[in-house]
């Protein structure tokens, strides 16, 4: 409860200290919104020459892709000072900062920017959950957000992994870029890629647990799935956080 009152607290001023550039913010807000409208854009396209993508309907797909999109646009809100970590933080020895408060210098690392241009992208991702969801005829219901919670932890922890590499190579930037170029495969259901495609996005990279299995789930409920996802979440925060601790260790100072 510290923390998050300490994290609430540090966003706070954050947000006063970018509020005199609210030119800025709404240009950040437009670009994330213009992106939605473009992946619309390109599924319309799509659905111009076909009825339905391995039995998936537009809506689906467009609930499918507005759950991705909502899952991105928190992860990024509240964690894409992890970006600048696998980027620059390293390199320029801007970590020891970190060592010297007493609060977990992951904690740190995370709360250290709020990335408020992704309210742009939660807003039109939360529109195109609402037109998918009435005109796909799905009902909501309350363990949607069970789902979404379980994305999001999935989606922060690959970054804390990769983003613990810098620890080692400096800079694992591009190795966040690879690996979530690879989420954009994620945009459509899995079952139409090869069965090695299928296995890596569901154990080795499981992106398939930020979007196609849950997606199922809000068609057809499976508790054997949710099950499973829960555990992956779970799984893949424990191994996040303990790699992150094992890299650390590692770290040498711009000094030594």
Do not use: H
């Not at 994290?7 to 006063?16: A, G, H, N, R, V």
């Amino acid at each position: 409860m510290d923390s998050i009152k300490l994290y609430f607290q540090l966003q706070k001023s954050y947000l006063k200290s970018i509020s005199s550039y609210k030119a800025d913010f709404f240009m950040g807000c437009f670009s994330f919104f213009a992106n939605q409208v473009f992946s619309i854009c390109s599924l319309l396209v799509i659905y111009q020459f076909t009825y339905s993508i391995e039995g998936w309907s537009f809506y689906q797909i467009l609930l499918l892709q507005s759950f991705i999109s909502l899952s991105l646009s928190i992860t990024d809100m509240f964690s894409d000072n992890l970006w600048d970590f696998s980027g620059t933080i390293i390199q320029k020895g801007l970590f020891d900062k970190y060592l010297v408060r007493p609060v977990s210098p992951l904690l740190l690392v995370i709360m250290d920017r709020f990335q408020i241009d992704a309210i742009g992208g939660v807003l039109s991702s939360l529109i195109m959950l609402v037109i998918s969801f009435i005109f796909s005829k799905t009902k909501f219901t309350m363990i949607f957000l069970v789902y979404l919670i379980c994305s999001c932890m999935i989606i922060v922890s690959i970054k804390i992994i990769i983003a613990a590499l810098a620890f080692v190579i400096k800079k694992s930037r591009a190795v966040m870029y690879m690996i979530f170029t690879i989420y954009n495969l994620c945009s459509y259901p899995i079952t139409i890629y090869p069965l090695c495609i299928r296995i890596i996005l569901s154990t080795i990279i499981p992106f398939a647990f930020c979007s196609y299995y849950p997606t199922v789930m809000i068609f057809n409920k499976n508790y054997i799935l949710l099950l499973i996802l829960f555990s992956v979440s779970i799984c893949t925060t424990f191994l996040a956080i303990n790699f992150w601790n094992l890299m650390m260790k590692k770290y040498a100072s711009s000094g030594t």
